[in-house]
T-cell receptor, first 115, second 107 residues
Framework: DARVTQTPRHKVTEMGQEVTMRCQPI?????VFWYRQTMMQGLELLAY????????DSGMPKDRFSAEMPDATLATLKIQPSEPRDSAVYFC?????????????FGPGTRLTVL | GQNIDQPTEMTATEGAIVQINCTYQ??????LFWYQQHAGEAPTFLSY????GLEEKGRFSSFLSRSKGYSYLLLKELQMKDSASYLC????????FGKGTRLHILP
């Protein structure tokens, strides 16, 4: 049963600290997405990669957020320094992107709380 | 600009039918998705429409009118487990999600 995995599932940190979230996409998927979900804003696309290359990170605050795919099995999202307004659930999703109808499969999310 | 609108909340009764509407204005269109998200969980895929008309899948159906920028998700024979948020999402060169509709099912 292939699924997207994310670590950690929960993270509580203090303002100013670095946060790193990791995602393992489904084997064979070539597209990876990072989303942030809050009650106020809903689900927002932060960045996405195809074949490990960043295609769009326009939804991401550039000064503190960075997203990378060091290899096909790992995607990372870093926040440095973190701020209380970054508190949200961060989802990673992967897909095959062969056709527009190919859906994304979401990981369980990382619930981040910045104090 | 890009915009997707859905009602914030809806309430329906177990065994009944409910229709969740979604309107969108986007610069391009490559299809529309509906996702279901239970509280504290990740979104899961329900349906995909790219052509006008109705797509039926068991108790769930999804309709699309591209000329009107409109879609709906129809849930029949509602069950308590259908209590969740339903997210409408439109793909252009990337995917844009609506804020979701929280559906409450009453016994």
């Amino acid at each position: 049963d292939a699924r997207v995995t994310q670590t950690p599932r929960h993270k509580v940190t203090e303002m100013g600290q670095e946060v790193t979230m990791r995602c393992q996409p489904i084997l064979g998927h070539n597209t990876v997405f990072w989303y942030r979900q809050t009650m106020m804003q809903g689900l927002e696309l932060l960045a996405y990669f195809r074949n490990r290359a960043p295609l769009d990170d326009s939804g991401m605050p550039k000064d503190r957020f960075s997203a990378e795919m060091p290899d096909a099995t790992l995607a990372t999202l870093k926040i440095q320094p973190s701020e209380p307004r970054d508190s949200a659930v961060y989802f990673c999703a992967s897909g095959s992107a062969r056709r527009p109808s190919d859906t994304q499969y979401f990981g369980p999310g990382t619930r981040l709380t910045v104090l | 600009g890009q915009n997707i609108d859905q009602p914030t909340e809806m309430t329906a009764t177990e065994g009944a039918i409910v229709q969740i509407n979604c309107t969108y204005q986007t610069s391009g269109f490559n299809g529309l998705f509906w996702y279901q998200q239970h509280a504290g969980e990740a979104p899961t895929f329900l349906s995909y429409n790219v052509l006008d008309g109705l797509e039926e899948k068991g108790r769930f159906s999804s309709f699309l009118s591209r000329s009107k920028g409109y879609s709906y998700l129809l849930l029949k024979e509602l069950q308590m487990k259908d209590s969740a948020s339903y997210l409408c999402a439109v793909t252009d060169d990337k995917i844009i999600f609506g804020k979701g509709t929280r559906l409450h099912i009453l016994p």
